[in-house]
């Protein structure tokens, strides 16, 4: 048991000095951090990339940098057939109407009604004739 300690014990003593010397060394022509930061902090405005540089598709079409027509079509395929936030947010809004109105669906409803109707009847006695009706209707 004491053999396997030391054992271990000198392995990890040599595995930290190994990573220790690993993180000292950066070889014989290192020259140091370069002086961008001390040259930025004094400058007066931001550096301008010069005139030989190149420019890059933009971010909103990464997928072009690979150079796959299959992929490419694939997106612009489900670019043109999908909605676009405006459109969904109206289908959202659609779609939670139609659920309110399903919901009033199953609450019970009542109506009532009344009418009165005066009838003119020459010659009979009396002439005037009122009739009156009145109504209740209850579903669910």
Do not use: H
Request: glycine letters at 4%; aromatic letters at 6%.
């Amino acid at each position: 048991m004491k053999t396997t300690m030391k054992k271990t014990s000198l392995l990890l003593c040599v595995s930290c000095c190994v990573l220790l010397s690993a993180c000292a060394s950066v070889g014989p022509d290192y020259e140091g951090a370069p002086s961008v930061a001390a040259d930025a902090v004094q400058a007066k405005r931001f550096a301008r990339a010069g005139g030989d540089t190149t420019s890059t598709e933009p971010l909103s079409a990464w997928w072009r940098s690979l150079d796959d027509a299959r992929l490419n079509e694939l997106i612009e395929a489900a670019l043109q057939y999908n909605p676009t936030l405006a459109q969904t947010e109206a289908r959202l809004r659609q779609s939670r109407a139609r659920f309110a109105q399903q919901k009033t669906n199953q609450l019970p409803k009542a109506t009532a009604s009344a009418a009165m109707l005066d009838l003119d009847r020459p010659g009979a006695d009396p002439q005037w004739t009122r009739l009156y009706a009145t109504g209740v209707d209850a579903t669910w």
